[in-house]
Structures are given as structure tokens and as C-alpha cells.
């Protein structure tokens, strides 16, 4: 099962714009939230550099990575679809961060998390939750 995650911070437990969360399964099949809240390409790129909140989002997505790959549905994972959709969303403004800051001389951990975002997303898209349209819009403006 994922593993049990602590509440940190308040930019954890924020939500992504309007309410994006992850939910996450524990062995006792209770529910938690993690909570990210970024928004905007520059505040999730701020998000990413702090290594304390770094290492949390990593945390989550190498568990919902975990979880997909043995083939989880994403919406009994996420809880249902609002919060499937929500993910990708997460999922398309955090892997643009983590690949502008890849593009550092030591953008190797970023290049990983872009990658295992990417690899999520292509298969909550085969899920019908492609990398969300409306991020991708506010990301190229």
C-alpha cells in the first residue's frame, strides 16, 4: 500500500489553484490527503526548490507511480473522478517545473521527478485523464 504521509507544512496542505489534492490509500485502508498549492509555473518551480517540500511531492508521486504501474484504476486510487482529474493537473504543472529545472547544471533529481510525472500521466491519459488542457494553457501564457 502507499505509504502513510505526514502532514507538513502549509504549503502542503494548501491546495494546487482551486483544490487539487492527492489522496493516498494506507495498509489500514484509511484515507489521508497531501496537499500541494502552487499557482502558477513560477510558484511550483519555488515549490520544487525547497528540498523539504521536494522530497514530499517525490514522495507521492513515486507512490502513485507505484500504485498505477501495478495497475490501479486512477479513480479508485484518487477516490473518484474529481480528484483523478485534480492529480493531472498536479501532475502537468509540476512536470513543467521540474523540467525547467532540470535545465540547471544539477537538474538531475528534477529530471527524475519530471519523468516519473510524465510516466504517470501516460497512464492516467490511457485512464481518460490526460495531461489537463487548462494548465497547459496557463503554463504557455
Known amino acids: 500500500m502507499l505509504p502513510r504521509l505526514r502532514k507538513r507544512g502549509r504549503a502542503a496542505r494548501a491546495a494546487i489553484g482551486s483544490g487539487t489534492s492527492f489522496r493516498k490509500s494506507t495498509v ?3 484515507l489521508h490527503r497531501a ?3 502552487a ?3 513560477d510558484e511550483a518551480c519555488a515549490y ?3 528540498p523539504s517540500l521536494r522530497s514530499h511531492y517525490e514522495e507521492i508521486t513515486n507512490a502513485v507511480a ?3 504501474g501495478r495497475g490501479a484504476p486512477i479513480e479508485h486510487l484518487m477516490g473518484g473522478s474529481t480528484d483523478a482529474f485534480k492529480l493531472a493537473s498536479s501532475l502537468t504543472l509540476f512536470r513543467a517545473a521540474a523540467t525547467r529545472l532540470a535545465e540547471d547544471k544539477d537538474g538531475a533529481d528534477f529530471q527524475r521527478l519530471a519523468q516519473t510525472c510524465d510516466a ?3 497512464r492516467t491519459a490511457t485512464q481518460g485523464y490526460p495531461p489537463c488542457e487548462f494548465t497547459l494553457e496557463r503554463i504557455a501564457e
Do not use: F, N, T, Y
Open 28 to 30: 489500514s485502508g484509511a
Open 35 to 37: 496537499r500541494v498549492r
Open 39 to 41: 499557482r502558477d509555473l
Open 48 to 50: 520544487l526548490r525547497d
Open 66 to 68: 507505484e500504485h498505477i
Open 120 to 122: 504517470i500521466l501516460q
